[in-house]
């Protein structure tokens, strides 16, 4: 029983061990994880400084020869740094990192390109309702007899005048403009809000990008 249960011990400290070895740092590197990361490889990282064998995103001129590997896959295409001893890492610094190519409508910048800020070309529907509630101008007239109740005033024959009065009055529909009394409702369907931004962005948290060395 007793040796049963140290065999279970041993394998129980040995698990322990080897978890504790690839978790807990090792100068800022987890040597199997290390192993397996080509230098040129991208990760996203929540400290300030980078950890050993990366170097933040930020477009810094480094050394050619201090980095030669990473100088190797990525040469000068981030800036040439001095054009002789240095070169520059990518910056990435506010940026977004996106699949190159395409896939369907959505198509990615080239490979170690970037993409201007863009917003998708859409429509706004607009809508109008125009009452016009109509109207009528009055107007007292001298010379008629529109209520028949006039009849000649004197006895003009040069030149001959219809029946008359002061009291008739005519309904006329095209003299005295005036306001018409018009009103326009406009309905615009999803209608933006500003937010004093320049950029149209989603929901995001601030890390550093780091590139294998």
Known sequence: MSSRKNVQMNKTLYYDNKINHHLSPHQGVIPEFEEHMPPGCIMAYAASTSPTGWLICNGAAVSRYD?????AVIGTQFGA??????????????????GTGS??????????ASQAHATQTHTHLATSTVTDPGHTHTQGTINDDFNSTGSYNGTYTTPSFANHDGSGTKTWSNINSSTTGITVATTVANSTTSV???ETRP????????IKI
Do not use: E
């Open 196 to 198: 004093n931004a320049n």
């Open 203 to 210: 929901y995001n948290f601030g890390i550093n990008w780091i």
């Open 67 to 71: 980095y030669w590997s990473l100088f």
């Open 103 to 112: 896939n369907g409508v959505y198509v990615g910048p080239d490979l170690n």
């Open 81 to 98: 740094g001095d054009g002789v001893n240095t070169f520059n890492v990518p910056d990435y610094r506010g940026a977004f990192l996106r």
